[in-house]
T-cell receptor, first 111, second 116 residues
Framework: AQSVTQLDSHVSVSEGTPVLLRCNYS??????LFWYVQHPNKGLQLLLK??????LVKGINGFEAEFKKSETSFHLTKPSAHMSDAAEYFC?????????FGQGTELSVKP | EAQVTQNPRYLITVTGKKLTVTCSQN?????MSWYRQDPGLGLRQIYY???????DKGDVPEGYKVSRKEKRNFPLILESPSPNQTSLYFC???????????????FGPGTRLTVL
């Protein structure tokens, strides 16, 4: 069975410090993996995606993620947080037409 | 402008009164899907459609119906809504690759439904 676990429901960082949002997945197939961001009272927007090409994936707004098959992980990182990064982040695994979302990680950024 | 539209954006209704939430996309995407978002549970897939006249269940299909008669539209139907269907609903569309995998999801703005 396919599943996604986001290891932290809430992460708080100071502006200018690194961000790490953790995601582990379980998949019987070779998965496609995505990170989406949802700002308050907004829809979801793609940050980045892994589809079996390069294992280090760069996304928008300075975010990147590394696909580690041996660890079944797809953690999201950013070297320096900005106030505008405060939002909820979702890790998603897809195969065929099915999508499984993680429970979400709320990122707070302190000035 | 490429977009996914949903209507209505907000709806308050009563138990048992049939309702339809419309979803339309203008990107000629083959794939469309419905999700519900509840606090602490993330988004859960209700139904999806790989193409016209092709629909399949997601993780939480009970109490919902869908149809895909045209490529651009994918309405969500609640025949007899109940209070546990109070939620935030998102429609999304995407291309599908040659391997049949869905690509980036483009989400609508959401419909907030309250069932009393």
């Amino acid at each position: 069975a396919q599943s996604v676990t986001q290891l932290d429901s809430h992460v708080s960082v100071s502006e200018g410090t690194p961000v790490l949002l953790r995601c582990n997945y379980s998949s019987s197939y070779s998965p496609s993996l995505f990170w989406y961001v949802q700002h308050p009272n907004k829809g979801l927007q793609l940050l980045l995606k892994y589809t079996s090409a390069a294992t280090l994936v760069k996304g928008i707004n300075g975010f990147e993620a590394e696909f580690k098959k041996s660890e079944t992980s797809f953690h999201l990182t950013k070297p320096s947080a900005h106030m505008s990064d405060a939002a909820e982040y979702f890790c998603v695994v897809t195969w065929g037409g099915k999508l499984i979302f993680g429970q979400g990680t709320e990122l707070s950024v302190k000035p | 402008e490429a977009q996914v539209t949903q209507n209505p954006r907000y709806l308050i209704t009563v138990t048992g009164k049939k309702l339809t939430v419309t979803c339309s996309q203008n990107m000629n995407h083959e794939y469309m899907s419905w999700y519900r978002q509840d606090p602490g549970l993330g988004l859960r897939q209700i139904y999806y459609s790989m193409n016209v006249e092709v629909t399949d269940k997601g993780d939480v299909p009970e109490g919902y119906k869908v149809s895909r008669k045209e490529k651009r539209n994918f309405p969500l139907i609640l025949e007899s809504p109940s209070p546990n269907q109070t939620s935030l609903y998102f429609c999304a569309s995407s291309r599908t690759g040659t391997s049949g995998r869905t690509d980036t999801q483009y989400f609508g703005p959401g419909t907030r439904l309250t069932v009393l």
